[in-house]
């Protein structure tokens, strides 16, 4: 659930199956809620870091959904 900062208001994204165990539209993984929130902080989400050993790591691997931003 999101709500404020860019989301649209009393919306609702996807569908769930029959028994709502699994999604049957517009399914949202973890990455894609991170990869929103930074683009409504505007972070792009593609942002590469320096982890501690030096290498470059993304900081979010989903993408944004944009069905729910206003």
Do not use: W
Request: charged share 20%; no cysteine.
């Amino acid at each position: 659930m999101l709500a404020g900062g860019g989301v649209k208001r009393g919306f609702v994204y996807g569908e769930s199956d029959k028994t709502a165990s699994h999604p049957a539209k517009d399914p949202v993984r973890p990455e894609d809620l991170a990869a929103t929130i930074y683009y409504l902080l505007g972070i792009d989400p593609h942002t590469e870091v320096q982890a501690a050993d030096n290498r470059p790591v993304l900081i979010s691997e989903g993408n944004p959904v944009m069905g729910i931003i206003s």
